[in-house]
């Protein structure tokens, strides 16, 4: 069953990272994905990186979606950074809080992601697609569960067209945060974020630093092969087709594959689906 997918990239910061990245989409642009990300860093540390990423992939016909986030940022940047990208022929963003740069207050004239949602609605109107994200096993920030659900909610009323999740391994907390949105009638699509696993040391470090949970079983499984990095692999491309197939089973909207610059894990995963 064919489902769409889409890809997320960082902007590399060498002349070695930008060709190797090059070469990365090129072997992902054969699954046709719907469009390709690109992450923005702390107080848009890598904006300069992110929009020439962004201008790399429409050039090569690809629609784009640039990260976009507020923190630290005035309404007089925003509207800059806005025009910026629609004369650069983006159609979509990713609307995000974002994380300040360590060492800085919190400054700025937004405070959460929906403010820069109700914002770039109001300057830009349906000039782009505008995704925002979602936790379905709570931000990391949030206060309760119910907040966090409210702060997404908020955030699709004040104008998101979609949303993409945190990455997660138990299929379960998806089903049940779409639910639970669907209660407060809050009915945008939600796409999952898939994060293949290739690392284990990488994934435990990603997982701390975001709030995702691993399981139980598969933390001690990939503690188990140790260094045995063929097994970790492996193990990692089962786990995530599964997952993935539960969740198209399912009948989720789309696919969005969190890449890290590579291509290998996210290619098999993609190929696998299909032939399943």
């Given amino acids: 069953m064919a489902l769409p997918v889409s890809f997320e990239f960082f902007p590399p910061k060498t002349p070695e990272g930008a060709e190797k990245l090059r070469a990365v989409r090129q072997q992902l642009y054969g699954q046709k ?38 923190i630290g940022a005035t309404k007089a940047s925003v509207r800059e950074q806005l025009s910026t990208l629609k004369a650069m022929g983006v159609k979509r963003l990713v609307a995000l809080r974002g994380d300040l740069p360590s060492g800085y207050g919190i400054g700025g004239e937004f405070h959460y992601a929906s403010d820069l949602v109700a914002f770039i609605r109001a300057e830009t109107g349906r000039d782009f697609h505008i995704e925002v994200a979602a936790y379905p096993e709570v931000h ?58 290739t690392s284990s040391t990488q994934l435990m470090r990603f997982s701390d630093a975001c709030g995702a949970e691993i399981p139980r079983w598969i933390r001690l499984r990939l503690q188990a092969y140790g260094d045995d990095i063929a097994s970790i692999k492996a193990f990692g491309l089962d786990v995530v087709t599964d997952l ?27 190929k696998r689906l299909e032939l399943g």
């Fill in 33 to 70: 994905p719907e469009f390709c990300s690109v992450t923005y860093g702390a107080g848009g540390s890598t904006q300069q990186g992110t929009f020439d990423t962004v201008g790399a992939i429409l050039a090569e016909g690809v629609d784009a979606a640039s990260h976009f986030s507020c």
């Fill in 140 to 197: 990391p920030q949030a206060k309760s569960p119910e907040s966090d659900l409210q702060a997404f909610a908020t955030k699709v009323r004040a104008g998101a067209d979609s949303a993409i999740t945190q990455y997660f391994y138990n299929s379960d907390a998806y089903f049940r945060f779409v639910d639970e949105a669907h209660k407060l009638g809050v009915d945008a699509p939600v796409v999952p974020g898939i994060m293949p696993i």
């Fill in 244 to 270: 993935c197939d539960q969740l198209r089973n399912a009948g989720v909207p789309a696919l969005h594959f969190y890449t890290m610059n590579q291509s290998v894990a996210t290619l098999e995963i993609v």
